[in-house]
């Protein structure tokens, strides 16, 4: 919120933000008054697109898929590719962790899996011990999470110090490799997805070149990093549409900037990019969900 | 509804118990501070988080993961040893620049400086590290002991028998020793003590350094546990570390012990307790709703806490 106040104050026109759904349904009542575009390169929750309030907000948008896909594609990768009949629901209470752990939950049981257990948790919650005791006692087939890999780390290592052998399945919150180091060897065996399709176009080859020389590490290493790139690059394209010059001064209007923004379409580094009516990337829709199991300490790709 | 096996019990007993010791510890602190100064000192939190940092370092300078055999048991104790002293020394240092230039100030005064204090050292940490985690190596074999179907891994035994010597060995400074008598005459009256011919400051900053020494340690033991620490780590431990100590009876040192317990205790096993009445399903988020609303029942009935008396007597 106050980061969002601080980047009005200081007159920027679009941002490239925020990280997480909670951050965005916190900040988009503050941008859309300010009439400041907003695309977020990795915010997924559904209530983001349909909020409380009811209509859309006209100044938020995102670059990935909504939640919903995620969810019924993990529910899916976990009945069908696992073979988990059961299943133990460990979230984060956040916006995110909620929708994602609902939608999985929905999906889960309609395949014919039961829901053994499910229980959610704080932020900079460090202590799963008694978690970890009620999923020994539940004995799910598959340990389901939804949320970050700040929480992750510590809840994935309380459990493997008394269950080396239930399968995790996670989602995007938790592909980065802070998860890998910090967890080391209790992270191996990890499922994890990623609503981004595993090796894009020509568009990704070129950013990812680009993207090494200048940080020098691999782009898939860090989540969103795709994603982020093309939110930046649908503001410029933009930009270079509506800005104009009078005199000595630049001039952007930023309601002809949004609209800008809302019918630009790209081929990005992350996919198409296409924005819909709710502000959702309706070019995601038929994206594929991709899952990645860590072997190794690192996060490979599964073919299924 | 499941009907959890005595196991299951036993087991969030321990998960309790285990939590609760290293709430009781950095309780220690609060209580012992408000004792003498009728202040509370909010960053002590940090002062945690900072002894944890130091075991870190020690740790990590003598070979991280690569230690093992008896190594491990000279490391561990180094790195307490470390974090005892960060904390020690932060903690003083506190004092001095914070805290003492204000003791006769308005009441207010100190507890906002306390507060600054707290965020200045969590964002000053959060900035060096980027904000990243530290990852504290894993030292202890994942075995336990098997009692029929209880397990307590050798990790939980080490954290409850060494904060039990902790909280033994402070019991018996305040007790039996010149220092002891001092600090103890200080909480009870601070202008009479001062009278008799006790050095008010000295009695003061050994307060600190205790407290903090026992923050210190229970910083490696948290790490040692849960294994990741970062410069926020110290705000919801310090948090409720001080709700344990208002618990107990803030000024009270068993009652920090005590209250530390009972906290983790009513964490771990109120909610399920409660879920195990038919009809009564409670999500884990209520663990804080459960514990806390226990802490205002326990303070309607006994308004000074479990132990309400102070470590001298409250005025």
Redesign the interface.
């Known amino acids: 919120m106050s980061a969002a106040t601080e980047l009005i104050e200081e007159g920027v026109v679009a941002v490239v933000g925020p990280i997480c759904s909670s951050s965005v349904v916190a900040a988009q009542p503050e941008y859309e008054r300010a009439g400041v575009t907003h695309i977020s390169p990795s915010s997924t929750a559904v209530v983001v697109v349909e909020p409380a309030r009811g209509t859309p907000f006209k100044t938020t948008l995102r670059i990935p898929a909504n939640d919903a896909l995620q969810g019924r594609a993990q529910a899916r990768f976990a009945y069908e590719v696992l073979g988990a009949r059961t299943a133990y629901i460990v979230h984060d209470?956040d916006v995110y962790g909620t929708g994602l752990a609902d939608v999985f939950e929905r999906e889960f049981k309609a395949l014919g899996g039961k829901i053994v257990g499910?229980?959610?948790?704080?932020k900079?919650t460090?202590?799963f011990?008694?978690?970890v005791?009620?999923i020994?006692?539940?004995n799910p087939d598959l340990v389901y999470h939804s949320g970050f890999y700040?929480e992750a780390?510590?809840f994935i290592?309380?459990l493997r110090?008394?269950n080396k052998d239930v399968l995790f399945l996670s989602g995007d919150g938790v592909r980065d490799d802070?998860f890998l180091?910090?967890a080391?060897a209790d992270a191996e065996g990890a499922y994890v997805s990623q609503p981004s399709p595993p090796a894009p176009g020509p568009a990704y080859e070129e950013f990812a070149r680009r993207y090494q020389e200048e940080y020098g590490e691999d782009p898939a290493d860090s989540p969103f990093t795709a994603e982020a790139y093309d939110a930046a690059t649908v503001i410029i394209e933009a930009l270079k549409k509506v800005a104009r010059k009078e005199g000595e001064n630049l001039v952007i209007d930023l309601g002809e900037l949004n609209e800008a923004i809302r019918a630009t379409e790209i081929e990005g580094a992350s996919g198409a990019v296409k924005f819909g009516e709710n502000g959702d990337n309706v070019a995601k829709e038929d994206i594929k969900i991709s899952f990645y199991v860590v072997r190794n300490g690192r996060f490979e790709p599964v073919e299924s | 509804m499941?009907l959890?096996?005595t196991g299951?019990w036993i087991?969030?007993l321990v998960?309790?118990l285990?939590?609760g010791s290293m709430y009781a510890l950095i309780a220690l602190g609060y209580t012992m501070v408000y004792g003498v100064l009728k202040m509370i000192n909010f960053a002590h939190g940090e002062v945690f988080m900072l002894g944890s940092y130091a075991g870190f370092g020690v740790l990590v300078a003598l070979g991280g993961e690569e230690i093992s055999g008896p190594m491990v048991a000279v490391a561990i104790l180094l790195a307490m040893l470390a974090a005892a002293l960060a904390s020690s020394g932060a903690s003083v240092v506190l004092e001095r620049v914070a805290y003492r230039p204000l003791r006769n100030a308005p009441r207010l005064a100190p507890l906002i400086s306390a507060i600054g204090a707290s965020i200045f050292l969590q964002f000053l940490v959060l900035d060096v590290t980027s904000a990243?985690?530290s990852?504290y190596p894993?030292l202890f074999p994942?075995g336990g002991l098997e009692f029929g179907e209880v397990?307590v891994?050798y990790l939980q035994l080490f954290l409850l028998l060494s904060s039990i010597l902790m909280m033994l060995f402070l019991y018996t400074v305040v007790q039996r020793t010149a220092m002891g008598r001092a600090i103890r005459a200080v909480a009870e009256n601070r202008t009479n003590a001062a009278l008799m011919g006790v050095d008010v400051d000295r009695a003061i900053v050994t307060v600190f350094v205790l407290g903090a020494a026992m923050a210190g340690v229970a910083g490696v033991l948290?790490g040692l546990f849960?294994?990741?620490i970062r410069g926020?780590?110290g705000?919801?431990p310090g948090i409720k570390a001080f709700t344990a100590a208002v618990l107990g009876g803030i000024g009270s040192i068993p009652g920090a012990m005590v209250g530390g317990y009972f906290l983790g205790l009513t964490?771990?096993?109120g909610?399920?307790a409660l879920s195990a009445i038919p009809g009564v399903d409670l999500?884990?988020?209520w663990?804080?709703v459960i514990a806390f609303s226990l802490l205002v029942l326990v303070l309607l009935f006994r308004p000074t806490g479990i132990f309400g008396e102070l470590v001298g007597r409250r005025a």
């Open positions: 209470t499910r229980q959610g948790y704080e900079r460090t202590d011990s008694a978690v005791t009620a020994q006692e539940a700040a780390t510590p290592q309380q110090r008394v802070e180091r910090g080391g | 499941f959890a096996s299951f087991d969030q998960n309790g285990t939590v990243k985690a990852f894993r994942s397990r891994t948290w849960f294994l990741q926020s780590m705000f919801l964490e771990t096993i909610r399920e999500p884990n988020e663990r804080d």
